[in-house]
């Protein structure tokens, strides 16, 4: 199997930061994209970041929040920068790992909470 452990959650203050990092470990091949998403209580998971040969963030988070990538260990990292209260949330990776044995599938972390305090 494949498995996604994140960390660098926690509370911060507005204005402040904080790194995410996100690392896989198992049967991989290779991983295709790496993301972050975040869920609000009673919402619907949103995208944060994506990262491939490219990157991709929500309007919310640009010019605030950097994603990168490690391919060489499988992690994946955020950078949230000029963190706000509504950055409230619970995060969560996302990998689409290549498996030799699995195939391609997508993976998800169990989530960091992330707060921020005004």
């Known amino acids: 199997q494949v498995q996604l452990v994140e960390s660098g959650g926690g509370l911060v203050q507005a204005g402040g930061s904080l790194r995410l990092s996100c690392a896989a470990s198992g049967s991989i091949f290779s991983i295709n994209v790496m993301g972050w998403y975040r869920q609000s209580p009673g919402k619907q998971r949103e995208l944060v970041a994506t990262i491939s040969g490219s990157t991709n963030y929500a309007d919310s988070v640009k010019g605030r929040f950097i994603i990168s990538r490690d391919n060489a260990n499988h992690k994946v990292h955020l950078q949230m920068n000029s963190l706000k209260p509504e950055d409230t949330v619970v995060y969560y990776c996302?990998?689409?790992?290549?498996?030799?044995?699995?195939?391609?599938?997508?993976?998800w972390g169990q989530g960091t909470q992330v707060t921020v305090s005004s």
């Open positions: 996302k990998m689409v790992v290549v498996s030799t044995v699995f195939g391609t599938r997508d993976y």
